[in-house]
């Protein structure tokens, strides 16, 4: 099936409420005095705090009103089915360890995919007020600055480049190493922003991410965005990144290809 553009127009509308939805929702949370958080994990720090619990109820609620035929998919309550063939997916918070460190960087992830993927991305920056949005239609982002249309950057080589991730482990010791493979021939490094560096690459501010380990719902809205503004995201093996796992974001097909052919060395 595909999506006319009509649906896509409809899709951003609902995206664009169910994120200020979550904005209005999350922001009396963060860098509060009392913020509780729980740890979801049993060998690592993984919080969940109310205000990811509540946002994403926040943008269910919304869907359920607006287009209760299609399925969801999100972090904090998992998945719910549908008759559509479109998924909803969503991280109402990506980057709860930034939100809880009272950092600004982390955002709100929404996407629509169908059967061979995201459709549609938006990936909102709450206190920033930055918004990415992408689609077939185009790519777009509104902030301080105003609202315009991002595209991605031109080639370049990767000792020009700016490479991220977030965390610099970056997965198991053999994905950490194949990742400073390349970040050993990039000009520049930097560490952290978790979905935000996504947007960075999409507004042509920066070349590459790399990161390991990811869920759908880390990955698919960045896809959108970045596809749409003309980047490169798949796996290491460069092949569809939106079920997670390893992935890399790229500017543009010569810097990917670049990345993808010494993460894949590395990893041999």
């Known amino acids: 099936m595909r999506v006319t553009d009509t649906q896509l127009r409809h899709i951003d509308n609902i995206a664009q409420r169910a994120a200020d939805a979550a904005r209005d929702v999350i922001l009396p949370y963060f860098r509060a005095d009392d913020l509780q958080h729980d740890n979801k994990s049993d060998t690592d720090f993984d919080p969940v705090t109310q205000a990811d619990r509540s ?7 919304i869907l359920k009103e607006t287009c209760p035929q299609d399925a969801i998919l999100g972090e904090e309550f998992g998945a719910q ?3 559509s063939g479109l998924t909803w997916v969503l991280d109402p918070i990506d980057g709860t360890r930034a939100f809880v460190s009272g950092t600004p960087t982390w955002g709100v992830l929404i996407a629509v995919s169908d059967a061979q993927g995201p459709v549609y991305g938006l990936i909102d920056q709450p206190y920033i007020a930055e918004r990415f949005t992408g689609s077939r239609l185009g790519a777009q982002m509104a902030g301080p600055q105003g609202n315009r249309a991002i595209v991605t950057r031109a080639p370049l080589d990767l000792a020009e480049a700016t490479v991220f991730t977030t965390f610099p482990e970056v997965g198991t010791a053999a994905e950490g190493r194949a990742f400073h493979t390349v970040a ?3 000009k520049l490094t930097r560490y952290g922003l978790d979905c935000y560096a996504y ?3 999409a507004a042509g501010q920066i070349d590459l991410v790399i990161e390991a380990g990811l869920a759908a719902y880390d990955i698919q809205a960045p896809i959108a965005v970045i596809e749409a503004a003309g980047g490169v995201v798949t796996n290491w093996e460069g092949g569809p990144a939106h079920l997670g796992g390893r ?3 790229a500017a543009n097909h010569q810097i990917h ?3 993808l052919a010494l ?3 590395a990893l041999e």
């Open 247 to 249: 992935v890399v974001a």
């Open 263 to 265: 993460l894949q060395s």
């Open 257 to 259: 290809a670049q990345a």
């Open 184 to 186: 050993a021939q990039a």
């Open 55 to 61: 946002a994403e109820l926040a943008i269910r609620a």
């Open 199 to 201: 947007a960075l690459v």
């Open 81 to 83: 089915e549908g008759s």
